[in-house]
């Protein structure tokens, strides 16, 4: 294998014609100049100097790699200065995925704040629920998700945290309590807090496939199980729709930061309701600087 210190050796020995004055331009001994031209014509196994007394020159083989060497060593430079600005984080990306109620909130925050400390580091941003955004950082796809799971979630395929996350670095960023929300002028808008049971009658909106069966399991296991009218995954449609008259909902708190709750008043809601709010990413991905510092920013979002 050819090594990118024995062509820089090379070509100072071109440049120079002797192993003595290679050595000074490079800083080191005559003697190691020479033992590294032979480890070089070992590895490609072919002369690349024909030594005449006091003078030598390169061979046909000597001629064409000091060449070629011009061009590998500029590659290997510019290589090691692109990997020293994203070291440093002069440069560099990070595929960033987020559900959509942190992408409003947490998210905004965090980018911003990352690139005023590091102006060349570029975000890109794609929304996604998960179990699919989880999948999605396994499969290579972004370097770090946002995503949650419900405390005290049935562990059955299908149902919110199920997925094992073992395999990944977590970074714990806030508890997001559920909050119930129920048009203004509804006999319980003014209750303060509700028991979720006090609601089983009602017809409801729910969220995303996650939340939806979360909501199933927790109705079902005050003893009524909720009659789903309306489902989408866009929360300003749920107010809308919780607005309008058509029923009643829960959202997490950080869903209805983002949304003003026009027509419908948020109530307590017991027993309490509660996901985790994380960040993901891959063992190895963990210590690229990039990575960690968005992990860093979205932290301190999520305190503010």
């Known amino acids: 294998m050819i090594e990118a210190r024995h062509l820089r050796v090379l070509r100072a020995v071109s440049a120079t014609g002797s192993f003595s004055a290679a050595g000074r331009e490079l800083g080191c001994t005559q003697p190691a100049v020479s033992q590294q031209m032979k480890a070089l014509e070992a590895s490609v196994g072919t002369p690349l100097l024909i030594r005449t007394g006091r003078e030598m020159r390169l061979t046909q083989a000597g001629e064409a790699l000091a060449r070629h060497a011009a061009g590998i060593i500029a590659g290997l430079t510019a290589a090691e200065e692109e990997v020293a600005a994203i070291a440093g984080l002069r440069a560099g990306r990070v595929r960033l995925v987020s559900f959509p109620s942190g992408s409003s909130t947490l998210v905004p925050t965090a980018l911003a704040a990352l690139r005023a400390a590091h102006p060349g580091t570029r975000v890109s941003l794609e929304e996604a629920e998960?179990?699919?955004?989880?999948?999605?950082l396994r499969e290579g796809d972004c370097d770090v998700t946002l995503a949650f799971r419900y405390e005290g979630a049935a562990t059955a395929a299908g149902v919110a945290g199920a997925e094992e996350w073992d395999d990944l670095v977590i970074r714990p960023l806030l508890t997001d309590r559920l909050v119930g929300l129920v048009p203004e002028g509804h006999r319980l808008a003014r209750a303060g807090t509700v028991a979720i049971g006090d609601l089983a009658d009602e017809p409801w909106i729910a969220g995303c496939p996650r939340c939806r069966a979360q909501l199933v399991e927790v109705c079902e296991s005050a003893g009524f199980t909720p009659r789903i009218d309306f489902a989408?995954?866009?929360?300003?449609?749920?107010?809308?729709?919780?607005?309008?008259?058509?029923g009643v909902a829960v959202l997490p708190e950080l869903a209805i930061e983002s949304v003003r709750p026009k027509g419908a008043r948020t109530v307590t809601v017991e027993p309490a309701l509660r996901r985790e709010i994380v960040a993901l990413t891959l063992p190895d991905l963990a210590q690229v600087p990039a990575v960690a510092a968005t992990l860093d920013q979205l932290a301190r979002a999520a305190t503010r």
């Open 130 to 136: 998960p179990p699919r955004s989880v999948e999605m």
């Open 232 to 246: 989408t995954d866009d929360y300003p449609a749920v107010v809308g729709l919780v607005g309008a008259g058509l």
